[in-house]
């Protein structure tokens, strides 16, 4: 169904009808994803129908207790210095 | 042709491999290589080119630590690089499973084998905690500039 057409016989719809479409719409705009694989249908729909955007999950809290913790540091040489001294 | 003063080179290597003894030396048991250790030592310690012998004093303690420290593996005879005599363990040194709460940051490499553990070499790094971590002390590249130890 085409656009206009899908418009036109939402409109013709009576009263009682079109609220219950117009409530489905908003719950669906109000779900939409915002995944960049859908584009930003989600955010749009819900612009256009003032729904404020879904606040993002928190994010996990790192655990502040320390870890078992693998060290590896690199050693550096030591030189002595060998010189043979000159007679008297 | 012109003579040239010198220490000769392969006396540098000998000096490691224990084949002179200008002063008093000891009454070796074998032909075999001694046994090597590396200590590890609190970042408040005192060690460095004056020790002559290993010392427990300011040597880190901890879960999975023994006093004394670990084995260090001499797989590669000390050898000449140019004129500098060289030598690296041919394995890191490595303390497993350790919990080492306070600061350290130096080790000592010493000869397990003679009697009163005579001391090597101090190393210093930077300042480490370890907590239930393995601590790995990675060997330098095996050259004239970098060995472990070097007679230059």
Redesign the interface.
């Known amino acids: 169904m085409e656009r206009q057409q899908l418009l036109d016989a939402l409109s013709a719809l009576p009263d009682e009808a079109f609220a219950h479409v117009a409530a489905v719409c908003h719950d669906i705009a109000r779900r939409l994803p915002d995944d960049p694989a859908f584009g930003p249908v989600g955010v749009g729909a819900r612009a256009c129908l003032g729904i404020p955007e879904p606040k993002p999950a928190p994010q996990a809290v790192p655990d502040a207790t ?19 001294g ?1 007679l008297g | 042709m012109a003579n040239t ?3 000769c080179s392969q ?2 290597v000998d000096i490691l491999n224990g084949l002179h003894a200008f002063g008093a030396s000891v009454v070796r048991g074998a032909t075999t290589k001694d046994a090597y250790k590396a200590a590890l030592y609190l970042a408040s310690a005192s060690r460095g080119a004056s020790d002559t012998v290993y010392n427990s004093t300011g040597e880190v303690s901890g879960t999975n630590y023994s006093a004394g420290g670990v084995a260090v593996t001499t797989g590669t005879a000390p050898t000449l690089s140019g004129t500098t005599a060289i030598f ?1 363990p041919s394995a890191s ?1 490595v303390f497993t499973t350790v919990t080492l709460s306070t600061a350290f940051d130096a ?1 000592l490499i010493y000869n397990d084998t003679s009697a009163t553990k005579l001391a090597v ?3 210093t ?2 300042s ?1 905690t ?11 590249t095996h050259d004239a500039s ?7």
């Open positions: 320390p870890t078992a913790n693998d060290v590896t540091v690199g050693l550096t040489g030591v030189e002595g210095n060998g010189e043979a000159g | 003063q010198a220490l006396f540098k690296t040194i080790v070499s101090v190393h790094f930077g480490q370890v907590t239930a971590g393995t601590f790995t002390l990675t060997m330098p970098n060995a472990l130890i070097r007679i230059a």
